[in-house]
């Protein structure tokens, strides 16, 4: 059964970008365009995960995730232009899973930036962009690298290994980024990542 996903964002070119993606890899997108919109959304509906961004009407995306980690238990990804270390703090603390600055290719963990590679940073963005679906190398050239795969050349299997040892306490036993033998790699759902 396709999975639906909530995206949030007063810039109508960016759903409109972010819904064409998903819907061709066969989700369900509902769309919302600030934040009291999106949380009716979310008690009328059956949501898998969310997509913010954080500058909005009405409801802010710091707002609209203080709510829905009051009333349920989904992924929630924000999307910020914001560069300032205070905002990306504030949207940790309030329950993100983890924070991806697409403005400044930066992960934060714990109030803890990580920098990234632009490959690093490609490939975690589609890895976390659908928590639980399998990757295989080559959706992972082609969507996140936009280059063609003709074979195995190991560049993917770099790439996991320098994001592990940059994100995983133990790079050895991965909890985020886990391989599936023989089909290609996914990212940890959050039931997963729950202690």
Known sequence: MAKTILIVDDDRDIVDLLKLYLNAEGYITLEAFDGKTAFDQLKSQAID???LD???PIIDGYQLLQMIRQEYKIPVILLSAKSQDYDKIAGLKLGADLLLS?????????DKPIPLS?????????????PGRVFTKKQIFERAWNEYYIADDNAIMI?????REKIEECPRKPVYIKTIRGL????AKKDELLP
């Open 54 to 56: 954080i500058m909005m």
């Open 49 to 51: 995960l969310a997509i």
């Open 102 to 110: 697409h403005h400044e290719c930066v992960l934060y963990i714990k």
């Open 118 to 130: 632009a490959r690093e940073y490609e490939l975690l963005k589609l890895l976390m962009s659908e």
């Open 184 to 187: 290609g790699y996914r990212f």
């Open 159 to 163: 790439q996991i290994s320098r994001l």
